[in-house]
């Protein structure tokens, strides 16, 4: 089956940093998500990407959609502390009825 | 973005007993689905929630051990049926309000002893 490496799997950044991430497949996805989860919380979407090439921000967060469809990144701008959780990046393909495919997740700590 | 609540939140339950989560979503969604997060782990599709038929389960999970029901358009149970320890997990659910996007409940985090 499909699977979604995100690298790196934790890091510890200092407060004003700026933080990148990636997430890669073997397969190609139409659509990409990045969501975080705060601890005892579900994951809350943070932004969507429907086009290969697509650069969308969010407020301090900007994801990328790869060329390739098997890849994209994550970039946070100035981090603070209330950015800690973990990241995660999940794929949907046409014709799987909706279903996503997450990827494993990078925990991001920030210190002050 | 739909509001998804989840009940119960946490649960500590007997190894051989059963569990029914609710997820209520405050609006109509055409998909709903439920996942599993293991301790640490990333999250898992265990089914999607057809409303008015059979969900549709993902490859290692079945429908006697995870039951579910999906009555209206705004309500999905799952059940954990037979507990045992290896069953510990979050369970969250989620509904596909805007095209490709899913947005979560806030998980019901389950402990079997």
């Known amino acids: 089956g499909q699977q979604l490496n995100q690298s790196p799997q934790s890091m510890f950044i200092q407060e004003g940093e700026d933080v990148s991430m990636n997430c890669t497949s073997s397969?190609?996805?139409?659509?990409w998500l990045w969501y975080k989860q705060d601890p005892g919380e579900g994951p809350v979407l943070l932004i969507a990407?429907?086009?290969?090439?697509e650069l969308t921000s969010n407020g301090r967060l900007t994801a990328q959609f790869g060329i390739t469809r098997k890849d994209s990144f994550l970039n946070i701008s100035a981090s603070i502390p209330s950015d800690v959780g973990i990241y995660f990046c999940?794929?949907?393909?046409?014709?799987?009825?909706?279903?996503?495919?997450f990827g494993t997740g990078t925990r991001l700590q920030v210190t002050l | 973005s739909a509001v998804i609540s989840q009940k119960p939140s946490r649960d500590i339950c007997q190894r051989g007993t059963s569990l029914t989560i609710q997820c209520q979503v405050d609006?109509?969604?055409?998909?709903m689905f439920w996942y599993r997060q293991q301790p640490g782990q990333s999250l898992t599709l265990i089914a999607t929630?057809?409303?008015?038929?059979?969900?549709?389960?993902e490859s290692g999970f079945v429908i006697d051990k995870f039951p579910i029901s999906r009555p209206n358009l705004t309500f999905s149970t799952l059940t954990v049926s037979n507990m045992s320890p290896e069953d510990s997990s979050i369970y969250l659910c989620?509904?596909?309000?805007?095209?490709?996007?899913?947005?979560f409940g806030p998980g019901t985090r389950l402990t079997v002893l």
């Open positions: 989620s509904a596909e309000q805007k095209l490709d996007e899913q947005f």
């Open positions: 397969s190609i996805f139409n659509t």
């Open positions: 990407l429907y086009k290969a090439g």
């Open positions: 999940a794929g949907q393909t046409i014709g799987t009825a909706s279903k996503l495919t």
């Open positions: 609006s109509q969604v055409t998909m």
């Open positions: 929630a057809n409303q008015g038929s059979e969900a549709t389960y």
